[in-house]
Every structure is written in structure tokens, then in C-alpha cells.
């Protein structure tokens, strides 16, 4: 790896009924960042359409390649910058998928994350509500190497998961991106202690981007995009639920002063405990997929 700091750049973007309207504000607002400096962009989630993806994704999906992985493309590219597309819904193969697509400063996919858990609610007698019913969980951890550390991508409500974060820090990131909107009926301040967690954990940092909060939404985002640092720290936040840009430096040097001072995650005893990777190799999922098909 190369420098010890960056800037990165979060863009928690309002949304309309437009989704070209959408897509050029996105690309405008990380054409700015990207002017100013920054390096890696993370945009905030479903980017390119507003509210109430689930009951319409037939209109909403896209298949990858498609309009939105090539206006990423072509952003990251043309800004030379490492891009965090938020999400998108995906489909492939008559299922959907909330997905993630990160692309470098040569305008190739360096990563595609496809959201692992998924939401599920019940209130008895109020309300119950399932996202399986209407998405399919991807099935791998997904990360990307920069010039900088490399770098772990999460989706909404994956933040919530220690082990996830765990395993990202065992696999060497430094850096954790969490594209998600938490709306107003859930606690604003159990998103930010659930991020401050995930990075005194693990000693890195955590970013989360989420949506502006939109008029007409039926339940508000309550914005709150931030940069959390190995201490736990808030190091940026944005100043409401309005669309907003923050950018702040990732001091790689801090994390590691950090660890030395107080290497926590070398005191795990895993002779006692351990969160372990299940995850599969391609060739092993070729591998078993030929076996249990025979």
C-alpha cells in the first residue's frame, strides 16, 4: 500500500421520481468532490430512484451492466477516483438483489457486494414486514484494494452484525463502508453507536452514507452520513437530513499509533473464541455445486 492518508467523500444525495435527474445529480456532486480533492467517493443508497423500491422493482431493477454500473464507470473513471456506488436493485436471473458496485479510477468494477442480511420486522399486531420476500441474500464478504488499505463494504442494516465487521478486520481492511438509511422511526443514535462500535471493535474506521431525507417518503431518513475513527470518534457528520457533502482525511498513521498503543486485537483468545470465515472459494462452490448436481 502506498500513502498513509486520504480523503474521503460522503454524498448523501436527495432523491426525485427521475431517474436520469438522479443520476446527473450524482455525477455532479462527485465531479465537485473529486475537484476538492477527494479520493475515494461513497454515494448514498438506491442513488438513482426514490422511495418504494421493493413493491417495484420490476420497474426499478437493472441488470449489471446496465445505466447505472456505466454512469459509475464512467464517473469513477473520468474523476479518477476510487467510486462506492450506494446501491441499486439488481436483478439477475429472475431474482433481485440490493447490490453494491464499486469502481476504480480506470473505470473497471472492483468490487460488486450483494446485501447478506436482510431486514425483517414484526410488531405483533402492528406490523410485519420481510425483505426475503421480495430480495435474494447475496452469499460472499466483499472487499477492495486502493493504493491507500483496503477497504470492506457493508449495506444498511449489515452494520448492526459484529462477527461481519470482525471478519472485514481480519481480512485487513482498515476501512468499512456502510451505504444505509436509517429512517426516522428507528433511533438515530443507535445508528451512530451502532457504527462507533463496529470501529472501537476492530480498531478501524467506519463510514456510513445514508439518503437525504425526502418530503413525500412515508418514513424519513434521518441523514446523519459520518466518519467514525479506530477510537470511536466521530470525525465528520453531516449537519442534518438535507442533502450534504462531507470530507474528511483517513489518517492510516492514527490507526496504526493506535494499535500499538493498545493492541487490542492481538489479546483475542482464540483458543477460547473465534469468528471464523465459511465463506467459499469460487472453486469450491465449483466444487460442490458439481457434486450435489450429480
Same mark, same amino acid.
Given at each position: 500500500?502506498?500513502?498513509?492518508?486520504?480523503?474521503?467523500?460522503?454524498? /448523501?444525495?436527495?432523491?426525485? +421520481?427521475?431517474?436520469?435527474?438522479?443520476?446527473?445529480?450524482?455525477?455532479?456532486?462527485?465531479?465537485? &468532490?473529486?475537484?476538492?480533492?477527494?479520493? &475515494?467517493?461513497?454515494?448514498?443508497?438506491?442513488?438513482?430512484?426514490?422511495?418504494?423500491?421493493?413493491?417495484?422493482?420490476?420497474?426499478?431493477?437493472? +441488470?449489471?451492466?446496465?445505466? +447505472?454500473?456505466? %454512469?459509475?464507470?464512467?464517473?469513477?473513471?473520468?474523476?479518477?477516483?476510487?467510486?462506492?456506488?450506494?446501491?441499486?436493485?439488481?436483478?439477475?436471473?429472475?431474482?433481485?438483489?440490493?447490490?453494491?458496485?464499486?469502481?476504480?479510477?480506470?473505470?473497471?468494477?472492483?468490487?460488486?457486494?450483494?446485501?447478506?442480511?436482510?431486514?425483517? &420486522?414484526?410488531?405483533?399486531?402492528?406490523?410485519?414486514?420481510?425483505?426475503?420476500?421480495?430480495?435474494?441474500?447475496?452469499?460472499?464478504? +466483499?472487499?477492495?484494494?486502493?493504493?491507500?488499505?483496503?477497504?470492506?463494504?457493508?449495506?444498511? /442494516?449489515?452494520?448492526?452484525?459484529?462477527?461481519?465487521?470482525?471478519?472485514?478486520?481480519?481480512?485487513?481492511?482498515?476501512?468499512? &463502508?456502510?451505504?444505509?438509511?436509517?429512517?426516522?422511526?428507528?433511533?438515530?443514535?443507535?445508528?451512530?453507536?451502532? /457504527?462507533?462500535?463496529?470501529?472501537?471493535?476492530?480498531?478501524?474506521?467506519?463510514?456510513?452514507?445514508?439518503?437525504?431525507?425526502? /418530503?413525500?417518503?412515508?418514513?424519513?431518513?434521518?441523514?446523519?452520513? %459520518?466518519?467514525?475513527?479506530?477510537?470511536?470518534?466521530?470525525?465528520?457528520?453531516?449537519?442534518?437530513?438535507?442533502?450534504?457533502?462531507? %470530507?474528511?482525511?483517513?489518517?492510516?498513521?492514527?490507526?496504526?499509533?493506535?494499535?500499538?498503543?493498545?493492541?487490542?486485537?492481538?489479546?483475542?483468545?482464540?483458543?477460547?473464541?473465534?469468528?471464523?470465515?465459511?465463506?467459499?472459494?469460487?472453486?469450491?462452490?465449483?466444487?460442490?455445486?458439481?457434486?450435489?448436481?450429480?
Amino acid at each position: 500500500m502506498g500513502a498513509s492518508k486520504f480523503y474521503l467523500a460522503l454524498v /448523501q444525495l436527495s432523491l426525485t +421520481t427521475n431517474k436520469s435527474e438522479n443520476l446527473r445529480n450524482a455525477w455532479m456532486h462527485v465531479k465537485r &468532490v473529486a475537484s476538492g480533492g477527494a479520493q &475515494v467517493v461513497c454515494l448514498s443508497p438506491t442513488f438513482g430512484y426514490s422511495s418504494d423500491t421493493l413493491n417495484n422493482l420490476e420497474l426499478y431493477a437493472e +441488470t449489471v451492466p446496465g445505466e +447505472t454500473s456505466d %454512469m459509475l464507470s464512467s464517473t469513477a473513471r473520468k474523476n479518477k477516483i476510487y467510486l462506492v456506488g450506494g446501491s441499486m436493485a439488481e436483478k439477475e436471473n429472475g431474482k433481485f438483489y440490493d447490490t453494491c458496485l464499486v469502481h476504480g479510477p480506470d473505470g473497471s468494477m472492483v468490487a460488486k457486494h450483494r446485501r447478506l442480511n436482510l431486514l425483517a &420486522v414484526n410488531v405483533p399486531g402492528r406490523q410485519a414486514f420481510r425483505e426475503s420476500d421480495y430480495l435474494t441474500p447475496g452469499d460472499r464478504l +466483499t472487499t477492495f484494494d486502493t493504493p491507500f488499505c483496503k477497504v470492506a463494504v457493508g449495506l444498511s /442494516q449489515e452494520v448492526r452484525f459484529a462477527p461481519l465487521a470482525h471478519l472485514y478486520a481480519d481480512l485487513g481492511c482498515k476501512l468499512l &463502508v456502510f451505504p444505509g438509511s436509517f429512517n426516522t422511526t428507528l433511533s438515530p443514535l443507535r445508528f451512530d453507536l451502532l /457504527q462507533r462500535a463496529r470501529a472501537i471493535d476492530n480498531q478501524i474506521y467506519v463510514a456510513s452514507v445514508s439518503s437525504a431525507r425526502t /418530503q413525500d417518503a412515508s418514513c424519513g431518513s434521518c441523514g446523519r452520513s %459520518m466518519l467514525i475513527d479506530p477510537q470511536g470518534d466521530v470525525v465528520v457528520q453531516s449537519a442534518g437530513p438535507d442533502e450534504a457533502v462531507v %470530507m474528511a482525511e483517513v489518517d492510516l498513521d492514527h490507526l496504526s499509533s493506535l494499535r500499538k498503543v493498545t493492541p487490542v486485537r492481538k489479546h483475542h483468545r482464540h483458543d477460547l473464541y473465534a469468528v471464523v470465515n465459511r465463506q467459499r472459494s469460487e472453486d469450491d462452490r465449483k466444487f460442490f455445486k458439481n457434486v450435489f448436481s450429480v
